[in-house]
C-alpha cells in the first residue's frame, strides 16, 4: 500500500497549476493595450458654405488669372502659343496690368526641370515683388 501512496504522491507533484500564469498573460495584455498607440484616422477637412449665406457671383471671365504651363520638354506654353522663355516676363506684366488681382499659376509637368518654375516665378517677381505664384504639378494620364 506505501507503493501505492508514493505513486499518488508523484502524480500530484507533476500537475503544473496554469492560474498563476494566465494570470501574468492578462496582465501583460492589459498593459500592451493600454500603451499601444492608436492609429488616427484622417478625414478630409471640406468648408461646406452655409446654406443660409448668400452664394456669391462668379468671376468676371475678363479677369483670369495668369495661367503658364511647362511641359515635360521644359517648353512654356500661354494658352495655345509657346512663349521663349526670355519672354515670360513681358507676358506676364502685360497680362498683370490687365489685372493687378491675378495670380500666376504655372502647370508644370512632373518631369520638367524646376529651373523652368524658377524661370517663371523669377519673371513673375520682377514684375511685383508681392504677385502670387502657384505651382500645380501635373503628370500624362496613361492609357
Not at 521663349?84 to 500666376?104: G, H, K, M, T, W
Not at 509637368?109 to 524661370?119: E, G
Amino acid at each position: 500500500m506505501s507503493r501505492r501512496r508514493g505513486k499518488a504522491v508523484e502524480e500530484e507533484k507533476a500537475d503544473i497549476d496554469l492560474t498563476p500564469m494566465l494570470d501574468v498573460v492578462f496582465i501583460m495584455l492589459i498593459f500592451f493595450i493600454v500603451t499601444a498607440s492608436f492609429v488616427k484616422e484622417k478625414a478630409l477637412d471640406v468648408n461646406v458654405p452655409d446654406p443660409d449665406q448668400q452664394v456669391e457671383t462668379p468671376p468676371d471671365p475678363d479677369k483670369q488669372n495668369i495661367l503658364l504651363t511647362v511641359n515635360a520638354a521644359d517648353e512654356i506654353w500661354m494658352g495655345a502659343s509657346r512663349i521663349d522663355s526670355r519672354a515670360v516676363r513681358a507676358r506676364i506684366a502685360q497680362l498683370y496690368a490687365e489685372n493687378p488681382q491675378a495670380i500666376v499659376i504655372v502647370r508644370a509637368h512632373n518631369k520638367s526641370s524646376a529651373d523652368t518654375y524658377v524661370t517663371i516665378a523669377d519673371a513673375a517677381k520682377a514684375v511685383n515683388p508681392n504677385i502670387q505664384v502657384s505651382l500645380v504639378p501635373f503628370e500624362d494620364k496613361k492609357r
